[in-house]
């Protein structure tokens, strides 16, 4: 038997187990079969928390690593909260794309901000070819040219401005940009759409995963893309189906993430 628990940030859920307890599993086939919605307890990714340093290790529900998840980091939190691993409301994670602050704003309900750092947009920080930045950067899609910005906002993410994230042939042609041999290692694709100065409604497709609900760093890049395009203020609420985000866009180019955390459930797996 082994200690799951389940969180979600905004819809996006994870399991979260310590990684001590997962010695000697081969996570190639585990992660996938404990993610499954249908055979497993399902989830968009599993988190495995290494206590000293405090590091953040993070899969996508096929089984591949990411460097980072902004939902899941703020799961990550809580969880480190509820489990007694930390006692103070600010502290370092460490993570693939580097160190991240965590701040708990409230516990009861919880909110918390995470320093997200700031955006790369060198082309080899996404693993594709071009002679500059990958803004205004042309995809074909069945025989269709489509222009979106691609960068790295603490993994690999694509900016898509669209008139309805919703809609299902945005969402088809979203996993072809995904999955386009532009990218070397596939991208997240962000789906945006302007409502206003201060508001920014959205939806992902994450590579390894498919459509969810929610992505943070996507709201991040998103968020930010948008501010250097001209079309937001420095400060936006990022609208998902399960929930809302709230990005900050710092003078120096950092961008700051806040938003909620839930515990949905806490057992044992029988393998």
């Not at 979260?16 to 993610?35: M, Q």
Request: overall charge negative; glycine content about 10%; charged content about 25%.
């Amino acid at each position: 038997m082994l200690a799951v628990t389940k969180y979600h940030g905004c819809g996006n859920d994870f399991l979260i187990l310590r990684e001590n307890d997962t010695a000697g599993y081969d996570l190639s086939r585990f992660i996938p079969a404990i993610c499954d919605r249908y055979t497993g307890i399902g989830a968009d990714g599993l988190i495995l928390v290494r206590e000293k340093p405090l590091t953040m290790v993070f899969y996508n529900c096929d089984g591949s690593r990411a460097p980072m998840c902004g939902n899941g980091i703020r799961c990550f939190a809580k969880f480190c909260l509820d489990e007694g691993i930390v006692d103070t409301d600010r502290f370092d994670v460490e993570t693939l794309a580097g160190v991240k602050t965590v701040t708990v704003k409230s516990r009861e309900p919880f909110l918390a901000q995470v320093a997200m750092g700031k955006a790369d947009f060198a082309p080899e920080s996404i693993g594709v070819e071009s002679a500059g930045p990958a803004l205004d950067f042309p995809v074909q899609v069945e025989g269709k040219t489509v222009l979106v910005d691609s960068f790295f906002m603490s993994t690999v993410h694509t900016v898509w401005f669209v008139e309805d994230p919703e809609d299902s042939e945005t969402q088809r042609i979203a996993g072809l940009i995904c999955e386009s041999p532009l990218y070397r290692e596939k991208t997240n694709v962000n789906m945006v759409q302007v409502l206003d100065r201060r508001t920014i409604r959205m939806r992902t497709w994450e590579r390894g995963v498919g459509m969810t609900l929610a992505c943070g760093t996507g709201a991040c890049a998103a968020a930010l893309d948008a501010y250097r395009k001209g079309y937001c203020e420095n400060e936006v609420e990022i609208q998902l189906p399960k929930g809302r985000l709230v990005i900050q866009i710092q003078e120096d180019g950092s961008v700051w993430m806040s938003g909620p955390a839930e515990r949905i459930l806490k057992g044992e797996y029988e393998i």
